[in-house]
Nanobody, 123 residues
Framework: QVQLVESGGGLVQAGGSLRLSCVASGRTFSSYTMGWFRQAPGKEREFVAAITQNGGRLYYADSVKGRFTISRDNAKNTVYLQMNSLKPEDTAVYYC????????????????WGQGTQVTVSS
């Protein structure tokens, strides 16, 4: 059983920055593409970013390109999401997931999720 634990969320003013972390249990972290999604109240979970096993390919939602950066440290079983120039519309619970197959851009492509970390951006 894989466990994913997110941290780093909080309350920040518009224009500010946060760095989210997601630590995975187990020895196979480096074998999987990892992704970040977010879910705002009353909305569906949406793709934010994904990173392949060795970090060679990165994928971003159009809404966060140029502001967010996904990275990983396989030695620490950790994937990060650096969020800069935050906007009120970035407010959501952010989840990391382990990709299993299909599309990187849809939640159905991921079979393990963390509990989420709340990000709130005030205007």
């Amino acid at each position: 059983q894989v466990q994913l634990v997110e941290s780093g969320g909080g309350l920040v003013q518009a224009g500010g920055s946060l760095r989210l972390s997601c630590v995975a249990s187990g020895r196979t972290f480096s074998s999987y593409t990892m992704g970040w999604f977010r879910q705002a109240p009353g909305k569906e979970r949406e793709f934010v970013a994904a990173i392949t096993q060795n970090g060679g390919r990165l994928y971003y939602a159009d809404s966060v390109k140029g502001r967010f950066t996904i990275s990983r440290d396989n030695a620490k079983n950790t994937v990060y999401l650096q969020m800069n120039s935050l906007k009120p519309e970035d407010t959501a619970v952010y989840y990391c997931g382990r990709f299993t197959g299909g599309s990187y851009y849809t939640p159905s492509g991921y079979n393990y999720w963390g509990q989420g970390t709340q990000v709130t951006v005030s205007s």
